[in-house]
């Protein structure tokens, strides 16, 4: 939004994302390198440290320098998604095998019931009171240093997580068989799927095509947190049984999302589609996850994770040029791209869920 204020293109803005992308491409090694070896609470606190960085570097974005502390401060924030695994291999430690599903709900849940408030309200504060790039700035940095407490609560009330992470590699097995190349497949199809539609191409249409503001973009990701709270209720009632059943019907109903978008719909249904696309990436979620790890070793967790976030990343690598090359063409021919792909994963899902139950 801020990169739209002032003065980028969608298709520049696509350019740039891809360009930050291609050169975090090397600190994925060395930081990779780090997840078997760091606490995982340290991990987690460097992430919000770097995510802190970023924010106060959009916020000193500004003048003749201002196009290279934005791509430097871009560049630190997506190095930090190369940590995101840790997140991942804390649920796997400390959360109860027999509950999963149930535990991955409330994931979703307190921070979508957050967001459905805190969302409107800065939508509301930097839509239309604190609406211009010297506001934007100011919020950056002031985002930026809450990073401050979140980094105090995880060195006080997380635990290291470092115990179960140094077991040795001799006693660690681990064979990738049909099911998990499904779920290859699988992360493949759905991280070109989602990124071939990144939230670069909403703001396009909202700001520069329909000529609103950011208000009515947060009334969208309201209307998101709406969907996600109530598919984890609806969630939480459906059988582990019907597991790839869930995922499937999930991923249908995050395909009419892209079918309504790709058609240049009104604000009201640019609304709709995306509480319909949160609530079936949430109905999928729990299910998809718990599939997930149910297929990794809780003692390794942290490589096998970081390894899938690895694999997922030259997926979407160059993905935002694409997405805004795609819209500067036509505004919603991302979200076409978007349509065919979450229908084959689905279509791929539910033959396999077919196979499997003949065999």
Known sequence: ???????????????????????????????????????????????????????????????????????????????????????????????????????????????????????????????????TPYHYRLGFIAFGLTSVFTIMYLLKFVPRLDVEERISVEKFEFRIDREFRLILLMEALITLAWSIAPEIVLLNYIVNVLGLTLFEAMVVEAAISIGAIVATYISERISHSHRFEAIAVGYVLVSLWALIMSMNPPFIFVVLAYLIARFGKVLAFPFYRSWIFSKVPKEKASSILSALSSYRRPIALVSPAIAGFLASIRPTLPYLASLLLFITSSATLIAYRFKFKET
Do not use: C, K
């Not at 520049?12 to 606490?39: C, K, M, N």
């Not at 291999?89 to 095998?97: F, T």
């Open 1 to 131: 939004m801020y990169m739209f204020m002032t003065g980028y293109s969608v298709l520049e803005v696509g350019v740039i994302f891809t360009l930050v992308h291609v050169l975090s491409i090397p600190a994925t090694y060395a930081v990779g390198r780090l997840l078997d070896r760091i606490a995982i609470r340290y991990g987690l606190i460097l992430i919000d440290a770097l995510d802190g960085v970023a924010s106060i570097l959009y916020g000193l974005a500004y003048g003749s320098v201002a196009p290279l502390v934005l791509f430097l401060g871009l560049l630190i924030e997506d190095i930090t998604t190369i940590l995101y695994p840790l997140y991942q291999a804390a649920e796997r430690i400390l959360y109860p095998e027999d509950r999963m599903e149930e535990v991955f709900a409330w994931h979703i849940r307190l921070p979508e019931v957050s967001q459905l408030v805190g969302f409107l309200l800065l939508g509301y504060l930097f839509g239309y009171v604190f609406n």
